[in-house]
């Protein structure tokens, strides 16, 4: 799209869509694409998923936005649904995650400065963590590439190594606020936090009044195998940060707090506009009504271990390709051994759609409503594009 009216800070693949169907897509040209890809974990139901198509165009027809100045019934609900389900007791609802994040960063300062500690702003993150665009969450995020050329990084976040938590205490200083972990890192190349690391961060918070916070924007909702990744530890963070999933496809995010950490957010703290209209509360409450139905997440989970051991025996097949299989749930990544955007491309060069992610990772990120068949052609698929890569470098070593 080089000369278009829009930035270039896309690198844009050739492919422009018409329409989906569950899993699939389809080209304005006619071609079928099985999409593992899913908007980068955000289309949780797939595409035209009936349910949120009439749950949108009912609601559309009715009311758009009216602002937060006055009730919106649906918000309230969505919002007491999410507490029932979940640690919380409070929901801010925003349009993306980077500002569910930002509603987290200025909660936690603001909690600590209500409670008297106005010298507590810092917030320790990890290595390889990814929570926004904004300049907030890149500077929590750490990524040179992502901070290079906007000028001083913000100030207030110190960077540990991922998964070392002995580094994350020494971090902490009379400063330090709170602490934020994605449980298990999308872009940093599908890695799983492990249990006893979010056991421990949650003794250290309580040790030190500090909160913690969890970025589920990419791993929440139904993704790992239950509501959020975190509930496969045990630990309950006292903020968390969504999005993504929630929406199904429409732009929307949340904050989720407990009523302590939400204690510093009066009226006129903290504000949107758009955030919790209409149309993205009718979307939320209906992506609810399908993820929370009797057997869906154990479906999912089921689904999980058939995609997890078909990769796995791939991986076994095409060991100069394929590494190994990380993740969790329908959150799946493979380790590549050459670039990771040459398998992307042989992956996309079968009609299978795939995210590329750090540590030369390629993320498989499906609906949950994916099929048992759809997983066997996605398995097909790529065991195709690995044997491509594998014939073609028997043939350049054959030259």
């Known amino acids: 799209m080089s000369g278009s009216a829009l930035y270039e800070t896309f690198a844009r693949a050739p492919l422009a869509f018409d329409h989906g169907e569950g899993t699939w897509l389809v080209t304005d040209k006619g071609e079928r694409y099985l999409d593992f890809a899913g908007g980068i974990a955000v289309n949780s139901l797939g595409h035209s998923h009936p349910h949120l198509v009439a749950a949108l165009t009912g609601q559309a027809a009715k009311l758009w936005h009216v602002s937060n100045l006055y009730e919106i019934p649906e918000q309230r609900r969505l919002g007491e649904r999410l507490v029932e389900a979940t640690f919380a007791d409070k929901v801010f609802f925003t349009n993306s995650g980077a500002e569910a994040l930002e509603c987290a960063i200025k909660t936690a300062r603001r909690y600590q400065f209500v409670k008297g500690h106005p010298e507590r702003f810092r917030i320790i993150t990890f290595e390889g963590a990814f929570h926004g665009r904004t300049l907030a969450t890149i500077a929590a995020g750490g990524q040179y590439k992502y901070l290079e050329g906007f000028g001083p990084k913000v100030e207030g976040f110190d960077q540990v190594a991922f998964d070392d938590i002995d580094a994350a205490e020494k971090a902490i200083t009379p400063e330090t606020a709170a602490i934020l972990i994605e449980p298990v890192q999308g872009e940093g190349g599908i890695r799983p936090v492990p249990t006893q690391s979010l056991k421990r961060l949650r003794q250290l918070c309580d ?18 195998g ?45 504000g949107t506009t758009f955030g919790g209209n209409p ?57 590549c051994v050459m670039p990771n955007n040459k398998v992307n491309m042989a992956l996309r060069d079968q009609h299978l759609l795939a995210v590329p992610a750090g540590d030369n990772v390629i993320r498989l990120l499906p609906p949950l409503t994916v099929t048992d068949a759809e997983i066997g052609e996605a398995l097909k698929r790529i065991r ?16």
């Open 279 to 335: 149309l993205a509360m009718a979307v939320g409450n209906a992506v609810l009504d399908v993820v929370l139905a009797d057997g869906f997440l154990e479906d999912v989970q089921r689904k999980a271990l058939l995609l997890k051991q078909g990769l796995a025996a791939v991986a076994d097949e095409f060991p100069e390709i394929i590494d190994g299989i990380r993740g969790t749930g329908l959150m799946l990544g493979l380790k």
């Open 384 to 399: 195709s594009g690995a044997k491509g890569l594998t014939d073609a470098i028997a043939a350049e070593a054959a030259k």
């Open 226 to 270: 239950k509501l959020f990744a975190h509930e496969w530890a045990g630990v309950t963070p006292d903020l968390m940060a969504i999005a993504k999933g929630i929406g199904g496809g429409f732009p929307m995010g949340a904050c989720l707090a407990t009523d302590d950490a939400a204690t510093g957010m009066t009226a006129g703290a903290h």
């Open 207 to 224: 040790k030190h009044g500090l909160l913690l916070i969890f970025d589920e924007v990419q791993c929440g909702i139904g993704r790992t």
